[in-house]
Each structure stands twice: as structure tokens, then as C-alpha cells.
DNA sequence: TTAATCTATGAAATCGATTCCATGGAATCG
DNA sequence: CGATTCCATGGAATCGATTTCATAGATTAA
């Protein structure tokens, strides 16, 4: 192993480790000649700190962890790249984690790494899976511990932690109102799990953008998934079998979407000809499809810097204040005429 | 902060930390009375072992890293999230880095989980820029540490490290053989970059395939891009530019495939039609674009997996044997007969 | 010139666990 | 029954840094 020690460097400098210490940190309290041995003795025998002494001494890891959802979801990698350059400028190593929308995983990293006492924890929450949005005991429990933290993304609605979330209202009525003047009427969503506080503002943004385009809201034309691929293809055969034969369709993030596509395909369902598709998030596979998917887009860059920024805050113990991101709309050729009514994708249910 | 330490434990269960800690750690050496007080004792104060106080001592941390070169890659999040599976199943918590395929920030991230003692790292390797597959000091002073270390996808030519890698060569083979019976003659490659052991290895395949097919090999036919999404546009309007009019191309990583996908698309030439296309990786975006792509996929599952047992191997100081994985080649409607010579693609350079 | 203040330094305490070593009592052996 | 082994345990050392505290010497103030 690396078998050097402050001691060693220390030594070979002719210092005391108190001494090596200061200079290694950059203490003032140090004379130029000690500086040039300690560093020439550093540089000799190639020192890296143990970080576990020092942090263990100092309570300073300069690190934080970031707890996402899905690494595999693009809109989640993203925002994890924004984080950890932000962090990194800031002289701060970052740790991913995946809770795989699994609130059991989730407890799992969270107490990694406040036994690892990292110096702040930037998280997008998983709530209890039945109560919706509901705080883990093992939040509760880093809560409790001071430990710096703040959501991003989602939020729980019972504990109180500064979060930094983005809304869709506007971009949902921009999205509403084209769909309206292409003729659509009827106009399903297909929604994400009750656990996760995206889904409720995405679902609550939707109905408010219907009536303040002068659609009615219903019900019926809701279809509750989980975020993931599966659930998109559940969705997918859901919307073309439902019986007020909506002819448009809003998808609350991207794997959903895909799951949908995927399963349209197959059915030889025509995307943009026998109904129209506006999607949440916008991802590669998305504006890769023939024809390419009208998005409803975050700007995750800024998400990612607003998240650091606002943890650097609280561990400043400064105020953080919540901040709410804007979305985006991009019409893209997904959106379409809508079909004549009661001629809709009557053959496209099966092969 | 959890200001409650193993002596608050042993002092409330009435027995030394000693005890308490050889409860914890689950030595035999405790009676079942102290066993249970202690056990006790930690439910009632909700204690949490500082990590950093137990590794320094145990010189064992329980967790590992693993650097990857692109976390926004879907390449690189799948393996990701596969080593993470496996590690976690075998007790370990996995850190997970980003490389940016730079090896400055490679180097980076290897020195902190050094200073961290990690108990292992799994690499995807950086080379250095000019020198094929060299590395960097920081990588030989890590295997001066001896700390336990496999490669995986790539390695390094002057540095032992067993490794998991993945060989492209029959894929390839098949992959040239559907291309040319349907027709096509001249197929170009849009390769990697030097630095990165896969971008030769599928470069020599490539011309491997084309010989083992009868088809001559022609280094003008080649192009040297970065497994970046901006280099695989510009390959893309190269193969359209190229004096040669090859029918056909295969890209060697998915985001080039997707920049070139894009180009395409932009200037109207038409996969499929125009020119046949085969690219590695087998993502969404592929799987979504019309005609979907055929590809070369590897086992990214298998691949985690490999890695994991392999260094898990090198961690009981056991052998680890170097493994290839193959992969596999899927036919999509991308591939498609030849247009007659001299009639390929002139019209669509510009739109 | 003496007192007061600074500066750079080293010895030793400290962070919170694990682990080595010694020990007293119970169990086993001859 | 005395000697030996085994068990559970506590005291103290330890991991490798940082930080407190005391101090010798230099500098400034009065």
C-alpha cells in the first residue's frame, strides 16, 4: 500500500508532522524554507493524504453525494453531469448513487454516506411508495443529523429542505394550446407514480393547462405509470384501446415515452398521422424517431448548478432559497392535424 | 451532527467499546446478554459507525470505484449500473466517476479514491492523447499502491492489469457479410480515437472482416473520429463528400452514430436508401430512428458483471484470467441493397 | 531598555473506531 | 484436585492526519 505518512514527509523535510500539516493545508503560520522542504519532501516520496485521517480529524470530506433516481434515464445523467462539474469547481468530489426509484435503495446510500459524513447531500427524493411523497425514516434521520441537504427535482412534502424543482405550466399550455389549434380535443395523459412530486405538479400543470385552453378535464383520460419503460408500453396499449379515442397524447418523461413508441411501432400505430405525442424531457431516442417527438424540456444544466449552488449555501449556513425552473415547449412534426373524429386509429389497435 | 460515538453505545449497554465494537463487527468472542444490550443500546441512540474512523483502523472500506469515460454515454450508464449490481450484491458500494474521456480528470478522480483507500477500482482506461493507450503516471503510481485494479472495455498496452474487454470480430464479420450480399463493395469506418484500445481494436476487426469477406481494405476509407457525438457529424458529411461514393458505413460508437444520424437527417440523405449503416452499441436512439439501425452490441450485464468478479478475485489476491467477451451484430432495416454504382447519394450532399 | 505582541514551531491531545494483550473465571483434562 | 485450555471481556495502543497549547525567539511599542 502507499505506506507514506505526514511522519515520513515530516522526517525527510526535518519538520514536525505539525509543521508538514500546515503547509500541506496552506496554513500562513508557515516560513518559506519549511514550505520548500515539506513540498520538496512531499514531491520525493510521491505523499498523497490518507483522506480518512484527515477528515476523520477536520469533519471535512470535501465531497457530497448526489442521490438520483436512474442513472439510466438520460434526464438523470444529465442532471448528475451538471452536478458534478458545478461541484467540481467548487473543489468538491461528488458521489452518485441510484436509488432505481427504489425508496429501500434509496435508505441504503443515504446512510453510506452519512457514515462517510460527506459534507452535504444534494437528492432527488423517493417517497414512501402508498403515501405520496412521503419522507423515509432514514431521511428523517439525516435530517435530524444537520448534514446539509437539499432536494432537486422532487420534493417531499412533509420535511421542510430547500429544493430546487422546475414546473411546466407554461410550456403545458404552449403544448395544450398547439395541440388545440391542430383540432385535438381529447387529449389523454399518461402520468408518473404517485411517489414522486414531479408527477403530481406534471398531472396538476395538465388539467390547468386544459382549462385554461377551454378543454375539459377528465379523468378518465389519466393513466397513472411509474416513470419507467414498462409502464410507457402499458400506456401505449391503454391509449389506443381507450374508448373516448382520444387523439392526443402527453407522456410525463422520457423512458415512458420510449416504452410507448416502441409498443406504436409494433402496432403500426402512425405517430403524428393517427394521433399526436408530446413528451416530457428531451432525449436523444426522442428526436430520433420519424417522425421526431415534440418535447417538453428542462434546462438540467441549470438544475445541476442551481443544486450545488443552494447546498453551498446551507453548508455556509446561509438561507437557500427554493427555486422553481421554467420548461420549455418544442413543437415538432409529432404534433399534427388531428384525425377526423370517430376515425380514429380504429385499425391500428391490432397488426 | 450524530454526535453518538461506540463509547455512548458501550456506556449506555454497560460494557467497554471494545465489546461493543465486537458486537457490531459480529465477532463470535460475545456472550448473548452482551450481544443483545448492545444491540439495544444502538436501536435506542440510533448510532451509525463513522466510516472514516473504522477504515483508517480496519484499513477496509467496503467500497470500490469505478471510473467510466462518459456518464452521459448509455454505453457507459449501462455498464455502470451493472457493476454497481453486482458490487452491491457482494457487500460493496461502488463510487462512480467521470472521465470525460480526458485523462486530467481521469487522473483526478483515481487520486481521490486513492487518498480514500478504496478497496478496488474498476477503470475504463484513458490514454494519454498522443501515445496509443499510454498511462498516465497517476495510473502507475495506483499500480505501484497496489490497490486492487481491473480494466474494463479498454486497457492499456503497457501496463498488466487483467481486464474484461469485448472483441467486435465476428460481429463484424457478419456485419460485412449481410452488407455485402447485399451488394455493397465499399464500406467505410468511422473509427475512435487513438487513445482508446476499443477504437483499434474494432479498426483492426473492421479490416479483418472486410478480407475474411474478399472485399479489399483502403485506409482512405477510414475516418478518425472521437466516439463524441460533434466527431461523428463531421464523419458523416465526410462519407457523404467521399470521392470513393461508399454505399455503406459503420460507425464504431453510438453518440457518433447518433451525430451522423443527425447530419443525415438534416441533408436529407436517406438511410437505408441512399447508403447502408451499421453502428455499435445498441441504444434507443438507434433502435428508435426510422429505419432503426442495425447494430453490434455487447453484454454490458455480462460485462459488469466480469469486472466485478475479477476484482473481486484480485482483492482475495487470486488470479484473475483477462476475459474477452464477444458481441453481437443485429440486422435492422438500415442495411438494404446497394444503390447501382455511380448513382450513390449525389444529390444528397446538399438539401 | 523593558514590556508587549507576533511568528513559526513542536509536543501532545484528539477524532472514533478496531485490535492487541492481559486477565479472571468457567470448563476440560489427566 | 491441580493444571491447562477456552471464553468473554476491558484497558490501552493504534490508524494518520489536524488542532490545541505552550514556547522560544524576533519584532514592535512605550
Avoid: C
Amino acid at each position: 500500500m502507499n505506506a507514506v505518512t505526514i511522519k515520513d514527509v515530516a522526517r525527510i523535510a526535518g519538520v514536525s508532522p505539525a509543521t508538514a500539516s500546515r503547509v500541506l493545508s496552506g496554513n500562513p503560520a508557515t516560513s518559506p524554507e519549511a514550505r520548500a522542504r515539506v513540498e520538496a519532501a512531499v514531491e520525493e516520496l510521491g505523499f498523497l493524504p490518507n483522506a480518512q485521517a484527515r477528515s476523520l480529524r477536520s469533519t471535512k470530506t470535501d465531497s457530497i453525494a448526489l442521490l438520483i433516481s436512474d442513472v439510466r434515464n438520460p434526464y438523470f445523467s444529465d442532471l448528475a453531469h451538471a452536478v458534478e462539474q458545478h461541484a467540481r469547481a467548487a473543489g468538491l468530489m461528488t458521489f452518485i448513487g441510484n436509488a432505481n426509484e427504489d425508496s429501500a435503495q434509496q435508505d441504503d446510500f443515504l446512510a453510506t454516506m452519512l457514515s462517510r459524513r460527506v459534507d452535504g447531500m444534494i437528492v432527488v427524493p423517493q417517497g414512501l411508495g402508498e403515501q405520496a411523497g412521503t419522507a423515509t425514516s432514514m431521511m428523517r434521520r439525516i435530517v435530524d443529523s444537520e448534514i446539509p441537504m437539499v432536494f432537486v427535482d422532487r420534493t417531499l412534502h412533509d420535511i421542510a429542505v430547500p429544493n430546487i424543482t422546475a414546473q411546466s405550466r407554461e410550456a403545458l399550455n404552449e403544448a395544450i394550446a398547439a395541440l388545440k389549434s391542430n383540432g385535438h380535443r381529447r387529449i389523454a395523459f399518461i402520468g408518473g407514480p404517485k411517489h414522486a412530486s414531479t408527477a403530481l405538479e406534471r398531472h396538476r400543470a395538465f388539467d390547468a393547462a386544459l382549462e385554461a385552453n377551454g378543454l375539459p378535464t377528465d379523468a378518465a383520460l389519466h393513466f397513472a405509470g411509474d416513470f419507467r419503460t414498462a409502464s410507457g408500453a402499458d400506456g401505449a396499449r391503454w391509449f389506443l384501446a381507450h374508448p373516448l379515442a382520444p387523439s392526443a397524447v402527453i407522456i410525463a418523461d422520457a423512458p415512458m415515452a420510449i416504452g410507448a413508441l416502441k409498443v406504436w411501432r409494433e402496432l403500426r400505430a402512425k405517430v403524428g398521422t393517427d394521433f399526436s405525442v408530446v413528451a416530457f424531457d428531451e432525449v436523444d431516442a426522442l428526436l430520433m424517431h420519424d417522425p421526431p417527438i415534440a418535447t417538453i424540456s428542462h434546462n438540467l444544466e441549470a438544475m445541476g448548478r442551481a443544486a450545488v449552488q443552494a447546498l453551498l449555501a446551507v453548508i455556509r449556513q446561509e438561507e437557500a432559497d427554493p427555486l422553481e425552473l421554467v420548461s420549455s415547449f418544442t413543437l415538432r412534426p409529432s404534433v399534427a392535424t388531428a384525425p377526423p373524429e370517430n376515425a380514429v386509429h380504429t385499425e391500428g389497435t391490432r397488426p
